[in-house]
């Protein structure tokens, strides 16, 4: 009981830390998150409108950077209403039990000048998997970039209802544009 | 009825143009069923596939509409039957809006599912070059001006089918003969 009061306490510290943005918090509004999916071949992009996320990145070490990204799952847009209703359903992204999306780096390794993978775990529907994620980095007027994509397997993560296999490819390409706050 | 002509007597339309009009006719008839089905559907895999199917049935109508109008300007139709001046000018206007429609009308739905996000792949397996870019303002343009052209076509197609019923039936000419198989 101690352990979990303390977890409380320690998130609620947290708290103001989050909301207030910082040198290393992405900026949002600059920056883009979509999931491309393939359905009978049609390869369709969509967007997540709302994550938030902070980057630590330390171009003269590297491996001390560190990263997390939240995704609000229910925040995918896919154009119409009633899609968006369905992919937030408890056979998806289960939205109501598992709000969000998230990666946080456990190591970083730099590939080269511009260029580090991000390793880490990635937590979707509750499921945590170890990734790695490629990513090449670019200074521009408007803040540090990122930019790199990953493969997700929606069945590795229990996303989607198998009678959907048929019409919907299990691998869905999540690109991301992240851009730090100044 | 026994003044119409024999089947010997009319000049019929090419086997061709005959084949082109009725797999065309069949596949409007495809299309409209869909497309009326599919959007009243919930969100669900067979949905998708109705949207896909109503996609590769119209771009397929898009394909022979072409070849019909490239067939036509290379091979004269047969002349009209006698008939009153102001039927021969409403049969020619008539076929007309229907050459622009179908080839608009596909033409509108692939546009649209471009704007929504949607390239078209033909078939499940050539993707068509996207000809707008994602735009849900402009997608919901589209869809409007989509579905009002399918009605357009509805009732241009229903007077065109009522008045080769009405040659058939009524004046007992060739009008429908002729562009139906040598029995």
């Known amino acids: ?182 | 009825m026994s003044t119409s002509p024999t089947n010997a007597q009319v000049e019929r339309y090419s086997t061709t143009a005959i084949s082109l009009h009725w797999i065309v006719a069949a596949l409007i008839i495809c299309a409209f069923t869909l497309g009326w089905i599919m959007t009243d559907l919930e969100v669900s895999p067979l949905k998708l596939k109705m949207f896909n199917w109503h996609k590769w049935v119209g771009i397929t109508i898009l394909l022979l509409v072409i070849v019909r109008l490239l067939w036509r300007l290379t091979h004269r139709p047969p002349l009209m039957l006698p008939m009153p001046v102001w039927q021969r000018i409403a049969a020619n206007t008539l076929h007309g809006i229907l050459y622009v429609l179908l080839l608009l009308q596909p033409l509108s739905g692939w546009v649209y599912s471009n704007a929504a996000g949607y390239p078209v792949v033909y078939l499940g397996l050539i993707p068509l070059p996207t000809l707008v870019a994602k735009n849900k303002q402009v997608a919901d343009v589209l869809m409007e001006r989509h579905e009002l052209l399918g009605w357009f076509l509805l009732v241009v197609a229903t007077l065109h089918i009522l008045a080769g019923l009405k040659h058939h039936f009524v004046d007992g000419d060739a009008t429908l003969k002729r562009m139906w198989f040598k029995s």
């Not at chain 1, 510290?13 to 943005?21: M, R």
């Not at chain 1, 980095?137 to 803040?143: F, L, P, Y």
């Open chain 1, 1 to 182: 009981m101690i352990t979990f009061k303390l977890h409380r306490l320690l998130f609620l510290l947290l708290v103001p830390v989050v909301v207030i943005a910082a040198a290393g918090d992405i900026d949002p509004s600059k920056s883009t998150l979509t999931a491309t999916f393939k359905q009978e071949g049609v390869s369709v992009e969509n967007p997540f409108k709302k994550f938030s996320g902070h980057i630590a990145y330390d171009a003269a070490n590297v491996a001390a950077s560190t990263a997390m990204i939240e995704v609000e799952t229910a925040s995918f847009d896919m154009g119409g209403e009633e899609y968006n209703a369905e992919v937030r359903k408890k056979a998806w992204f289960d939205s109501t039990a598992f709000p969000k999306a998230i990666f946080k780096s456990t190591s970083i390794k730099a590939d080269g000048a511009s260029k580090f993978t991000a390793s880490g775990t990635l937590t979707i529907k509750g499921k945590s998997i170890d990734t790695s994620v490629p990513v090449s980095v670019q200074s521009t007027a408007r803040g540090t970039a990122f930019d790199g994509s990953i493969v997700i397997s929606r069945a590795g993560f229990g996303i989607g209802d198998p009678a959907w296999n048929d019409v919907l490819d299990d691998k869905v390409t999540v690109h991301f544009h992240f851009i730090n706050v100044k």
